[in-house]
Nanobody
């Protein structure tokens, strides 16, 4: 089992920034690709960003490309999501997830472990 704990969510004004963190424990973190997904109120969960186990490859949803940056520190068993230029439509619960697929995936089906999420609220 792998445990994932997200932190860093909160309330921010439009145009502001937040950095989410996801701390992993229980399995070899560096063997897993990591992803960030989000679920807005009344909507389905959607892919936001992913990073390969090595950190070399990153992928972004078009909606966040150029504003969000995913990174990881394998020595700290932590993955980050730096979110800049936040907009009200970014309001959602953000989840991190771990995938055994080396480069990760945009599909949640390829992720075995999920955190409980952290709420990000962007006010206009």
């Amino acid at each position: 089992q792998m445990q994932l704990v997200e932190s860093g969510g909160g309330l921010v004004q439009a145009g502001g920034s937040l950095r989410l963190s996801c701390a992993a424990s229980g399995r070899t973190f560096s063997s897993y690709a990591m992803g960030w997904f989000r679920q807005a109120p009344g909507k389905e969960r959607e892919f936001a960003a992913a990073i390969s186990w090595s950190g070399v490859n990153t992928y972004y949803a078009d909606s966040v490309k150029g504003r969000f940056t995913i990174s990881r520190d394998n020595a700290k068993n932590t993955v980050y999501l730096q979110m800049n230029s936040l907009q009200p439509e970014d309001t959602a619960v953000y989840y991190c997830a771990a995938s055994p697929v080396s480069k990760g995936s945009v599909s949640g089906s390829y992720y075995n472990y999920w955190g409980n999420g952290t709420l990000v609220t962007v006010s206009s």
